[in-house]
């Protein structure tokens, strides 16, 4: 049975923001600050519209938007909800800004390097042996592909995108896993699974090793890699 608290005093009024930021501000912080938890039922409209001092249409709007990012859940003819989970389109929204704000080509890939070097150190440090094995068969899947001549780059980088996807999930915790996943939605119609092999074998040999050090120098040279790769798409 569903949570129901009386979070309706919580919400405090903020100047300069619009009506719907600051309903949308309002519940961000109570849920950073802890006062409102994972499906709880959030007050009415009409109570979240009169505590605030906004009108119903910018409440309306505000949970409109919050459930498009997987915060809320709006079950019609129950109430508003605090998610449960964590729901992968959180980080759509991220994807679209990044698109239309035109973001630095050198910026992503700073990005996909820290959060790759971040993701490896996570599983080097706190994945079992079985979380390592599971991770080196998926890698011999591409060994495989180069040994019998793989050349069909669709296979060859469904084999790549697997290995990252499998490391994300390696990490055993969902919020690095949701984040190294938006990640790899950025990179991948730029992935070139012809040149993956080599920098996958070291990154995971470092692993496999337990080796911070040569995970380093393995990830960087694995994107060292891939920008090469991109002058042959």
Known sequence: MARTRNVTALFEKKAKLSAVDLVIESIKNILIQKKILPGD??????????????????????????????????????????????????????????IITNTNSNELIQLREMVEIGVISTIIDCASDEDIRVLQAVHEEYEELGRRGETAIAVLNACDLKFHRTLASLT???????????????????????????PHRKIMMAISDRDNAAAVIAEKQHIATWRESQRHL
Do not use: C, W
């Open 172 to 198: 055993n915790n969902h919020l690095i896993e949701n984040m190294y996943n938006f990640v790899i939605d950025i990179f991948a119609p730029t992935i070139n699974g012809t040149y993956g092999i080599g």
């Open 41 to 98: 039922l959030l007050p009415s409209e009409q109570a979240l519209a009169e505590g605030l001092g906004v009108g119903r249409g910018s409440v309306r709007e505000a949970l409109k938007i919050l459930d498009a990012f997987g915060i809320v859940e709006i079950i019609h003819g129950d109430g508003t909800y605090i998610a449960t989970s964590a729901n992968k389109k959180i980080f759509d929204p991220l994807i679209y800004s990044l």
